[in-house]
């Protein structure tokens, strides 16, 4: 069950984890099960998760779903964070690589500047 609760920790702040979690097995009382369902009647979103949450009969279904969704959704933010990158700057040593002939350029600049001093004095 706590891994239901972190899905839903980034998710709508409307939505109280907790309660819903509760709400779904039973335990709030009458007045919070009213506010929670006249939450979910103002609130499509709430509605919808209550409602989707409620069409899990087994605990175990539920549980086996939850750690599908976070794999994915895992999976899908790191395919997305490595889009972002630049592609040549996607490998494990590429930083070095490229720090590396930054590096080098540099020692080119600064030897033809010295150089080229070197026969403006002569």
């Given amino acids: 069950m706590s ?42 979103m709430v509605n919808d998760a209550v409602e989707g949450l409620q069409q899990f009969k087994d605990q175990k279904k539920l549980e086996v779903y939850v750690e599908q969704l976070h794999n994915q959704l895992n999976s899908y933010i790191q395919k997305k964070k490595e889009r972002r990158k630049p592609k040549w700057f996607r490998g494990q040593y590429d930083q070095w690589i490229f720090l590396a002939v930054i590096i080098v350029l540099l020692l080119i600049i600064i030897a033809y500047v010295t150089i080229r001093d070197l026969a403006q004095s002569r």
């Fill in 3 to 44: 891994d239901l609760l972190n899905i839903l920790s980034n998710s709508n702040k409307d939505i109280d984890n907790q309660k819903l979690m509760d709400y779904l097995s039973g335990k709030l009382s009458a007045a919070e099960k009213h506010e929670l369902e006249k939450q979910m009647a103002e609130n499509e």
